[in-house]
């Protein structure tokens, strides 16, 4: 019972902690700002395998909750909750964003099609002539993290 008394506090601080850092990355993806989103990657990934820690460790967290006074336990299914929506809009920003940055490889991998396409055959001697097939291509590498 005592140990339950104290993860609690340590469990609310960690779901504090990833909800700020959650809310700050949907800030920054809503500024189009991926380099503020990377700088916290790390961190996130720390928070996230305590609170699964934590979450583990408390087990049922309903049974938990039920041995806390009635301000301590709004306390923290508020801050649940509040984590809760947190993630699903980080969520969602998420994949919004990766949809763009497919749509914008997409249109540059077109841009760059059309442009080879559009390449004139190089002049050469009747004899020499070489197909548009092989004619120097512009290469094209795209890396696929995002």
């Given at each position: 019972m005592s140990d339950l008394k104290q993860l609690l506090p340590a469990f609310l601080d960690t779901v504090d902690r990833l909800s700020a850092i959650l809310d700050a990355e949907n800030k920054a993806l809503a500024q189009h700002r991926p380099d503020m989103v990377a700088a916290t990657v790390d961190q996130k990934i720390l928070l996230g395998r305590t609170f699964e820690r934590q979450m583990q460790q408390i087990g049922s967290l309903n049974a938990a909750l039920d041995t806390l006074a009635p301000d301590k336990r709004k306390r923290i299914v508020a801050g649940i909750r509040r984590f809760g929506e947190i993630a699903q809009a980080n969520?969602?920003?998420?994949?919004?964003?990766?949809?763009?940055?497919?749509?914008?490889?997409?249109?540059?991998?077109?841009?760059?099609?059309?442009?080879?396409?559009?390449?004139?055959?190089?002049?050469?001697?009747?004899?020499?002539?070489?197909?548009?097939?092989?004619?120097?291509?512009?290469?094209?590498?795209?890396?696929q993290t995002l």
């Open positions: 969520q969602i920003a998420i994949e919004a964003a990766q949809r763009a940055a497919e749509r914008i490889v997409t249109h540059i991998v077109e841009a760059v099609r059309k442009q080879n396409a559009q390449r004139p055959v190089p002049y050469s001697r009747p004899n020499l002539a070489r197909s548009r097939n092989t004619s120097n291509r512009i290469s094209v590498s795209l890396n």
